[in-house]
Nanobody, 121 residues
Framework: QVQLVESGGGLVQAGGSLRLSCVAS????????MGWYRQAPGKQRELVAD???????KYADSVKGRFTSSRDDAKNTVYLQMNSLKPEDTAVYYC???????????????WGQGTQVSVSS
């Protein structure tokens, strides 16, 4: 069973930066989308950034111009560089990978365990 391991969360002051990383525990042969979601207390999980295979990253309007996501398929890793952080960015951040090990398999959605990002004012 593939596991996604996230790192890089923490506490930062407003205006600061953090870089999240997410790596799969084992090789995923076919990867479609890789991205990041977040969930703040009392709110629904929302998409932050998504990169389709061969496509450009797409971002939530609230993070455009501040966050940058990239992927390294050879390493089964996805990154989220977060700059100019705001208190409203405080949430648990989850990475997501849609992949499969064979063209005969259905696509699977894999989730990380979540990493806390807290931004103080």
């Amino acid at each position: 069973q593939v596991q996604l391991v996230e790192s890089g969360g923490g506490l930062v002051q407003a205006g600061g930066s953090l870089r999240l990383s997410c790596v799969a525990s084992q090789k995923i042969l076919y990867i479609n989308n890789m991205g990041w979601y977040r969930q703040a207390p009392g709110k629904q999980r929302e998409l932050v950034a998504d990169i389709s295979n061969g496509g450009s990253p797409k971002y939530a309007d609230s993070v455009k111009g501040r966050f940058t996501s990239s992927r390294d398929d050879a390493k089964n890793t996805v990154y989220l560089q977060m700059n100019s952080l705001k208190p409203e960015d405080t949430a648990v951040y989850y990475c997501n990978v849609r992949g499969r090990d064979s063209t005969r398999d259905a696509w699977s959605n894999y989730w990380g365990q979540g990493t806390q990002v807290s931004v103080s004012s």
